[in-house]
């Protein structure tokens, strides 16, 4: 039987983007269970009703808003700085996927998944910063495997993932005066609120994933949480600019 991983983040302050479904949700749950206070920010107004439904307000604090939303971040920012004063790590978890033909791709299009996926976390990570602690702060950014090796029909999607690892990259220099480590996770398959729809609309497609994964299985939610509460927690405090693959094997195939 597998063994979950234990953290304690007792008193610790976090801010998760993307909290209400998919790896951002199973990071909101492991987090929680870890004794932590998690602020966190959403779109869906269900998923809010369902996280106030699940969690106790005096640990979980959940915002209805958009991140490519420069008002609504704001607004997020200002909440969170009068409740937490200083917070131990940002989870940069927010995103969309988009898949069209390259020819096909507008250039609203591309602006708007640069505006989510992209500039909304430069801005996310510049207005953190000013209360992320120094020492030991983490910020933790989710890019994909898509970004380095790109994929058919998502270039404007591989655009922002592989320009978010560099973001990373060159935040972690920057940071490196506050000793704040900035490190991306690259996700291969992973059984999120997608992961049905991908299978039924594009069977042929998910096979050769499985074919492609070297374990032959798309990764859990929660397996890419535990990655994420590692490089927050204490345990990794030499890992910095890092992106690191969890992706079932997918990199070294």
Known sequence: MKKNIKFDFSAKNFVLTGGGKGIGF?????????????????????????IEKKFSKKKVLAFCGDVSSKEDRRLFFNIVKKKMKKVDGLINNAGIRQRKNFDDISENDLDFIYEVNLKSIFFLTQIFSKIIKKNTGSIIN?????????????????????????LTKSLAVEFSDKKIRVNSISPGFIKSSYASKFKKKLPNLYKYTLQRTLLKRWGLCEEVADLILFLLSNNSLYINGNNIFIDGGWNAN
């Open 26 to 50: 199973a990071t909101l749950n492991k987090l929680y269970d870890s004794g932590a206070n998690v602020a966190l920010i959403t779109r869906s107004k269900s998923d809010i009703i369902k």
């Open 142 to 166: 989710i890019s994909s495997i898509v970004g380095p090796f790109g994929f058919k029909q998502l270039s404007g999607y591989a655009l922002s993932k592989s320009g978010l690892i560099g």
